[in-house]
């Protein structure tokens, strides 16, 4: 593998003094690109948010390298000693259990030092449970995302954080414990039953699971099967459809205006019936009205 990975990555420029976020699987070994790999055995030190997690993941990797722990109980006196090694020509790579680092996981505070240090931080991209989980959730009517990370463990700030979810009309994405995953369903359920979810359960392992259904709907799929209870989940709140609001028709109006001031009106809507998401007859008649409308005069 360490040759392969050589041969597929290794024609890239990996400079000295330089912080490397490394994502890692979050499940699945076979999802570690050749990229992380080839960089984990050129790196000088491997911080880490886990070295016992760490060390096994080199171990099947056929690496061994110095581990310096740094999570999240630590990172901002564990990032000094880091920067500490990048002032002295190190490549130091950094890596949380699974996935992207400083996505929901610590690794922030440790880029943030040293950037500010003046040095280089290089991304090196790879499995994410949040970019997997929408990638089958089919939400159709999203245009973007938010993601929310873990809700508040409990109590009044929980239930005011998850209302604010329910109301939010974007495509949310949030990520839960098993231990609070019920808890989770049932306030979903009271505060927006009819809304579209996927639950991604353990993504990428043996027992992965991928469900969408009505808000509604979740506490009783959970409860149908106890093996539904393990494991970690990624909830993506589907998109609400809204009617086209005053951004929406604004947008169109420029268009048809920029268009119709050189084309016919039935061409001017033709065309951006093409360019818009509008429909036809909503587009002409919008025309019709801009058409009637007194140019503007510049001041």
């Known amino acids: 593998m360490l040759q392969a990975a050589a041969a597929a990555a290794g024609g890239q420029d990996y400079p000295l003094g330089a912080l ?12 570690l690109s050749f990229r992380a790999v080839h960089v984990l055995s050129l790196v000088d030190v491997v ?26 109980h630590n990172e901002r006196e564990a990032a000094a000693g880091v920067v500490a090694r990048l002032a002295r020509g190190e490549r130091v790579a950094y890596v949380s259990d699974a996935g992207t680092p400083a996505v929901s996981d610590p690794g922030a505070v440790l880029v943030a030092a040293a950037t500010q240090a003046g040095y280089r931080c290089v991304p090196v991209p790879g499995a994410s ?11 159709s009517g999203g245009n973007g995302f938010i993601f929310l990370g873990f809700a508040p463990a409990r109590g009044q700030a929980r239930a005011r954080w998850l209302d604010t979810v329910a109301a939010c009309e974007a495509t949310q994405v949030l990520l839960e414990a098993p231990h609070r995953i019920e808890d989770l ?5 009271s505060a927006c039953a009819a809304r ?18 009505a808000a509604a709907d979740l506490p009783g799929w959970l409860r149908a099967d106890p093996n539904r209870l393990r494991g970690e989940f990624v909830l993506v709140m589907h998109a609400l ?30 065309l951006a019936a093409k360019l818009s998401s509008s429909s036809r007859n909503a587009l002409y008649e919008r025309a019709l009205v801009l058409k009637a409308q007194p140019p503007t005069k510049d001041r």
């Not at 490397?20 to 999802?31: F, K, Q, S, W």
């Not at 911080?47 to 999240?72: F, I, M, N, V, W």
């Not at 809204?242 to 033709?270: C, F, M, S, Y």
């Open 129 to 139: 449970s949040v970019a997997a989980a929408l990638s089958v959730a089919g939400d």
């Open 47 to 72: 911080a880490c948010e886990d070295t016992r997690h760490t060390s096994r993941l080199l171990q099947s990797l056929g690496l061994s390298k110095p581990l310096l722990a740094l999570h999240q």
């Open 196 to 213: 579209r979810v996927t639950i991604g359960r353990e993504l990428t392992k043996q027992f992965e699971t991928v469900a969408t259904m």
């Open 20 to 31: 490397y976020v490394v994502a890692t699987p979050i499940g699945n070994l076979a999802d």
């Open 241 to 270: 459809a809204t009617a086209p609001g005053t951004t929406e028709i604004a947008a169109d109006d420029a268009l048809l205006q920029t268009l119709l001031a050189e084309l016919p009106l039935k061409q001017a809507v033709a």
């Open 185 to 189: 369903a049932g306030i979903l359920r």
